[in-house]
Structure formats: C-alpha cells, structure tokens
T-cell receptor, first 114, second 109 residues
Framework: KAGVTQTPRYLIKTRGQQVTLSCSPISGHRSVSWYQQTPGQGLQFLFEYFSETQRNKGNFPGRFSGRQFSNSRSEMNVSTLELGDSALYLC?????????????FGPGTRLTVT | AQRVTQPEKLLSVFKGAPVELKCNYSYSGSPELFWYVQYSRQRLQLLLRHISRESIKGFTADLNKGETSFHLKKPFAQEEDSAMYYCALRGGATNKLIFGTGTLLAVQP
C-alpha cells in the first residue's frame, strides 16, 4: 500500500503571497489531519477533515484554511504569508475517527517564506 | 488545559544502558497516549500506544493515571534507537493529537 504523499515537498514563497499544499491519504483512509512543525513551537495541530467536513480546528488564524475532496485528498491554504509561517507542514491520514485506528504521517512540505 | 510535557530536549546514553524518556500530561478525562518516533530523514511514525500494552523494538510505556505520566523505557539502548521521540495525547472522538516538544535520544557507541 502506498503511504501518505504530500506535494510539493519544498516551497519558497514571498511574504504576502498565498500557498496551497496537497495531501493524498492512504487508499481507504477518510480522515486527514494537518500539523505545523517549527523548531520553536514543535508540532501543532491545524485541522482535521473527515468525509469532506472539518471536524476539528486548532488555534491558528483564519489565514489557514483547508478542504477535503470526495476522494479524501486534502488541501490546505495559507493566505497573506508571514515570515513566521515558515515551517514543515505534515499531514496524517487514518481510516476513521474512532480511537482504534493508527494515524500515518506523510513526509511533509517544507515551506520557506522570505 | 490539554498539555504534554517532555522535560528533556536531549538524552544521551551509552549503548547497553537503560533508557527512560519522560512524558507528563494534563487532560481532564481519559486520554489516549502515544509515543511517536522520527528517525533521521524518515517520516514520523507510531511507536507505541497505551491501549495496546505491547513492547515494540524493546520499548515499553505504562500509563500512570495517578502521576499523569507515560514514560518510555528500554532496558538496553541500541545505536539504532537514536532518533527524536514525541509523546502525544488524543482526547475525544477525533484524531487531533497534542504533541510534546520531543526528546532527542542519542545512543553513543
């Protein structure tokens, strides 16, 4: 089974621009979660989507948004980029939202904002 | 507030020595606790979860609700155990994970 894939793997953007990151979950997985990883704040939860609905959201400004498509692929968008948005963005997929299923992480997208 | 605390940023031990990575949590309810590991140039992966009560790669972790701890232990460290270890908590019927700041385990030969 192919693992979670994220595209692109690396991205350089300028302050004020917007960016869209993509995550393809493992086949059959319906839950996709996004995390931001930085040296200062560590791993922080952004949001979770399940069956095209946002089920949970972390404490991030409205500039961070996401969506999930009917094939469970997910995208996250960051508008009006700030230098502090430079981070590794990870997505994780799971079969469902129940407690018994493991979450599998992708390799991440490294976003650099200059 | 929901929080996971890993007090050590770096833990350096010699090969064959016992290892204990500390994790304390704060959560009002019955959380699920996990240990994730990230080896160099690899993706984050699940190592252990408390509901499984299993030993993976010689590592064990016991949930102590009285002390709100979930420390990771291994009796004899191997060089291949060198990695970043994250303790994480999940509460409620979602997949939201709250991570600790991580502990870098360095096993010296």
């Amino acid at each position: 089974k192919a693992g979670v894939t994220q595209t692109p793997r690396y991205l350089i953007k300028t302050r004020g621009q917007q960016v869209t990151l993509s995550c393809s979950p493992i086949s059959g997985h319906r839950s996709v979660s996004w995390y931001q990883q930085t040296p200062g704040q560590g791993l922080q939860f952004l949001f979770e989507y399940f069956s095209e609905t946002q089920r949970n959201k972390g404490n991030f400004p409205g500039r961070f948004s996401g969506r999930q498509f009917s094939n469970s692929r997910s995208e996250m968008n960051v508008s009006t980029l700030e230098l502090g948005d430079s981070a590794l963005y990870l997505c994780a997929s799971s079969i469902s939202g129940t407690r018994t299923y493991e979450q599998y992480f992708g390799p991440g997208t490294r976003l650099t904002v200059t | 507030a929901q929080r996971v605390t890993q007090p050590e940023k770096l833990l350096s031990v010699f090969k064959g020595a016992p290892v204990e990575l500390k994790c304390n949590y704060s959560y009002s309810g019955s959380p699920e606790l996990f240990w994730y590991v990230q080896y160099s140039r690899q993706r984050l992966q699940l190592l252990l979860r408390h509901i499984s009560r299993e030993s993976i790669k010689g590592f064990t972790a016991d949930l102590n609700k009285g002390e709100t701890s979930f420390h990771l232990k291994k009796p004899f460290a191997q060089e291949e155990d060198s990695a970043m270890y994250y303790c994480a908590l999940r509460g409620g019927a979602t997949n939201k994970l709250i991570f600790g700041t991580g502990t870098l385990l360095a096993v010296q030969p």
